[in-house]
């Protein structure tokens, strides 16, 4: 047994088949194995890959930054206590860890365990020794979940790495919303045709951009509410839940929301509409550019007095006051939103109760995600964030869709795969196979718990199903191709090809171009990473965010076989097309490959130097 080892480690060392995996991936580990690579293994503490001998200096391990990766875990922030749960309430969408030190030592356990059983398969004395014999060899291929924890010397002698560094610019909810604010700089394209307008609070500018956007659209859904009101009764708009009618959810945990300073049964004040239509009417001249030779102020900055506005606009559309308007009001509100719609690619989406989510800037699993329906509570929070000197904002806040497209009257959101191969020049491939994640609850604006409106599996986990439509998954995953069948059943079978798919590589795109320059690029390298998308009533999607190291960890059966397919094809694309550029890459297809710049030189070719060298 010793010889075959022997024999087996010596051809693979001079094939450069050494392969090590730090994580647990243990489909990577037998699909290499398969393949004749040896894995060197390494150790699941945390420390650094041990350098080779002639290595003598040592060297800190390098601060671990944050991401969007799925497999990381980091402290979540808790709000301030309140009330139960209500439409107009501020909500942690999520139910918040008691202690940082408590909750860091359970995710390393679950962390542990998942490693242990996911790693258990495949241990036999052979693959022991063989690694034993290759301790001392630098690897030729690196799968790790974390490139910080690797050794930066020995990480430059390895060939393959799945990893790229400083992916802050994409793989966070603040990198991304800056990145995107380039785009026009790349390309001719409006990222707010694609991702949720997004604003970095802990910067005065945007926080000022915000605090405009947010009445703005307050005054627009003020316009829309009054086409849905009868008289002073109420159409088309859910009741507030009483207090104890959701259970499971802590009330410790919520924030309470700001009282109105008007009387419950107080008539709104007579201009609400009126001021509403004028504002609306200055900022389509603005969007128009009509404002371009004369000196026409922000719709935001006149005499309206904004906080009596959005305090009428919360007893409109958070408590149910009514609001009559004349017949012609009602036709000025109708073709001023129908105006306003050519203009703002995301008024379908925005539904009309204002509200916002409000995300930590660099965490993932949809930890610490809080929603918000007032302006004065967002603004609270962000006056609790540091203000650092290197522009660094702890919270950003993004328009929360309020009409997406459900499936059996339950949100859900789209996880697609892409692998990056090179920066320089930009080479990106997209995997044909995604799946869907629904949530718990069915869909209900009037109720904000996590269980309704986040997505994640690590989210979606802790909730079971309340009185589920027997239609739903029990396991709350569907493949694409599930989706596709559902699609037909409505009539839109072509949705999927002609709309889904073409605006979630456009939107991978745009946000790969804006994010670029800012990525550590090197050769040898590629990555997995996870886009999340939303989709919007008109099937158009929308890009939530970009994950790297998205989890591997199967939660159920299409995630099962859809996991353990992407990551066999990415080996096929990473490693066979090397040796075979006509071997098989899976469910890969080509997205964009830009075009190589030619090195040489157009001018100056015919230069003559004249003189004599200099004679020591």
Do not use: M
């Given at each position: 047994r010793f010889r075959k080892a022997k024999l087996h480690v010596e051809k693979a060392i001079?094939?450069?088949?050494i392969f090590a995996v730090q994580g647990p991936y243990p489909v990577i580990r037998r699909l290499l194995r398969a393949r004749g690579w040896v894995e060197r293994k390494l150790p699941h503490n945390g420390k650094q890959l041990k350098r080779q001998p002639g290595d003598q200096k040592k060297q800190q391990p390098e601060k671990r930054t944050s991401g969007g990766s799925d497999e990381q875990g980091e402290a979540v922030l808790n709000p301030r206590g309140g009330a139960q749960p209500s439409l107009g309430n501020t909500e942690p969408l999520h139910h918040p860890w008691p202690c940082d030190k408590e909750n860091k030592e359970e995710r390393e356990d679950e962390d542990t365990k998942e490693y242990r059983e996911q790693c258990n398969e495949d241990s036999d004395d052979i693959h022991e020794l063989m690694s034993f014999l290759v301790q001392d060899q630098v690897p030729n291929f690196l799968w790790t979940i974390r490139l910080s924890t690797i050794d930066q010397k020995l990480l430059s002698r390895i060939e393959v790495v799945n990893r790229f560094p400083r992916l802050y610019a994409l793989c966070t909810k603040e990198g991304l919303c800056q990145s995107l604010q380039n785009l026009l700089w790349f390309d001719q394209v409006d990222f707010n045709t694609f991702f949720p307008r997004c604003y970095r609070l802990g910067i005065e500018d945007?926080?000022?951009?915000?605090?405009?956007?947010?009445?703005?659209?307050?005054?627009?859904?003020?316009?829309?509410?009054a086409l849905q009101k009868v008289g002073d009764r109420p159409v088309g708009t859910e009741q507030s839940p009483k207090s104890d009618e959701v259970s499971g959810w802590c009330r410790s945990h919520v924030v309470h929301p700001m009282p109105s300073t008007a009387g419950p049964c107080s008539p709104l004040y007579p201009q609400l509409l009126e001021e509403a239509l004028e504002v609306c009417e200055q900022h389509l001249g603005i969007l128009r550019h009509q404002d371009i030779d004369r000196n026409t102020p922000s719709p935001c900055?006149?005499?309206?007095?904004?906080?009596?506005?959005?305090?009428?606009y919360y007893r409109v559309a958070h408590e149910g006051t009514g609001l009559v308007l004349s017949r012609e009001q009602r036709e000025q509100c109708q073709d001023l939103l129908q105006r306003l719609e050519k203009q703002l690619p995301q008024l379908g989406i925005e539904g009309n109760l204002n509200i916002w989510i409000l995300k930590p800037r660099a965490k993932s699993r949809g930890r610490g995600i809080v929603c918000a329906t007032r302006l004065e509570e967002v603004l609270q929070l962000s006056r609790s964030c540091t203000k650092p000197p290197a522009r660094v904002c702890e919270w950003v806040v993004q328009k929360y869709v309020e009409r997406?497209?459900?499936?059996?009257?339950?949100?859900?959101?789209?996880r697609q795969w892409f692998v990056v191969t090179d920066w320089k020049p930009l080479t990106v491939w997209f995997y044909q196979d995604c799946y869907l994640r629904f949530c718990s609850w069915p869909f209900s604006l009037c109720h904000l718990e996590?269980?309704?409106?986040?997505?994640?599996?690590?989210?979606?986990?802790?909730?079971?199903?309340?009185?589920?439509?027997p239609r739903v998954p029990p396991d709350k995953i569907w493949s694409n191709k599930q989706f596709q069948a559902h699609l037909a059943q409505l009539g839109q079978a072509d949705a999927w090809q002609r709309v889904m798919v073409p605006g979630m590589k456009a939107a991978i795109l745009n946000a790969l171009c804006c994010a670029r320059d800012q990525v550590g690029s090197r050769k040898g390298s590629f990555e997995?990473?996870?886009a999340d998308f939303l989709v919007g009533e008109d099937f158009w999607p929308w890009l939530?965010?970009?994950?790297s190291c998205p989890t591997m960890s199967p939660s159920s059966a299409v995630t099962r076989r859809l996991c353990a397919n992407v990551q066999r094809d990415t080996l096929r694309l990473v490693l066979d097309r090397k040796d075979n550029p006509t071997c098989s890459i899976g469910a890969f297809e080509l997205l964009?490959?830009?075009?190589?710049v030619a090195s040489c030189l157009t001018v100056g070719l015919k230069l003559l130097v004249t003189g004599c060298s200099l004679k020591k």
């Open positions: 001079k094939e450069r088949k945007e926080q000022e951009a915000f605090i405009e956007d947010f009445r703005l659209t307050a005054a627009r859904s003020l316009l829309k509410l900055r006149t005499c309206i007095d904004w906080h009596r506005f959005l305090q009428e997406p497209l459900t499936i059996f009257n339950t949100k859900f959101d789209i996590p269980a309704r409106h986040l997505c994640n599996v690590s989210i979606q986990k802790r909730y079971k199903t309340l009185q589920p439509d997995l990473f996870g939530l965010e970009v994950n964009y490959r830009e075009a190589a």
